[in-house]
């Protein structure tokens, strides 16, 4: 039976991903196999969340 969570091979698109619930929407991507885009109007925290996420997942995120 396949697992109905993994999301290898897939890229999530996140808006409003730098805080809140698409913070957390942004971490279960990836911590589901997906690659994650996090878009926001804050830069600067879509690209420290980029970096968070990448290293505690090894799954790419671009800001």
Known sequence: ???PFDLSGKVAV???GSRG???EMVHAFACHGAD???ASRKLENCQGLAA???E???RRALP
């Open 52 to 54: 968070e996420v990448e």
């Open 1 to 3: 039976m396949s697992d």
């Open 14 to 16: 996140v808006t409003g």
């Open 21 to 23: 619930m698409g913070k």
């Open 56 to 58: 505690a997942t090894g």
């Open 36 to 38: 994650v885009v996090i």
